[in-house]
């Protein structure tokens, strides 16, 4: 059997100070001015979200994803969607966020979660859904995230 050494890994050092970075979900472009020999120049690269932002685009993407769409790992996901098409009940909103809990013990271990809330408006026909986590990487920072299900569905707020 090889051996691998691992002997000669270097530690890279990190001057914007940030643990977890992460591509921005709607692939905005982020304008890096950087300096050339004879002028300064404009690049443009696809801006990208840090610590709390990358945990939150990691997030949304956990919940907009159905299993079976990730084809390396046909079962991450939520499959949250589904409970558009149920009344809306106490009930309903219970097992969304057992869906919730599990999906997130199970896909981020980056965040312990400390509560979740599943709220019914019948009126607007939707869910709120309220997270608030903390994150140990982060000397336990506390953060609170909140995100709506509705038609067509799940949306980060």
Partial sequence: ???IKLD???TV?????FLFKDLSLDLEENAILTTTLYRDK???????SVDEG???NSLVNLFT???GQKLLNPDYGLSINQFLFLPLTEDTAEEIGHR???GIETYEPRVTVKNINVNLDVDQS???IYLTLTIPALSNSTVKFTGILQQPGFSML
Wanted: charged content about 15%; cysteine-free; glycine content about 4%.
């Fill in 42 to 48: 404009t690049v443009t690269d696809i801006k990208a």
């Fill in 1 to 3: 059997m090889p051996t």
């Fill in 54 to 56: 990358a945990i939150k």
């Fill in 126 to 128: 939707q869910y709120q």
């Fill in 13 to 17: 050092d990190n001057p914007a100070g």
């Fill in 8 to 10: 000669n890994l270097t």
């Fill in 65 to 67: 994803t159905m299993p």
């Fill in 100 to 102: 919730i809990l599990k």
